[in-house]
């Protein structure tokens, strides 16, 4: 489980829209109380894909949206 910003199990580092839109990155603000599938390893990106989302759905959902927005 990870603890969002200003935890222990999280830190973020800036990354370009397009390589977050290419690696359907986890946003920072999307981390607390967040449910990993797998393990990661240190340092990796956290992709969508490796989230089990237990509570907010609907926030999810719209970030699946923001991204076909995105025209790269």
Known sequence: MLDGEG?????AKAISARRS????ALPISLTHR???KRPVRKDQIISLDDLEIVDDQDIF????????????
């Open 7 to 11: 935890g222990y199990k999280v830190w």
């Open 21 to 24: 839109h290419d690696l359907n």
């Open 34 to 36: 967040t449910k990993l």
């Open 61 to 72: 959902d719209l970030r699946v949206e923001q991204h076909a927005f995105l025209d790269f």
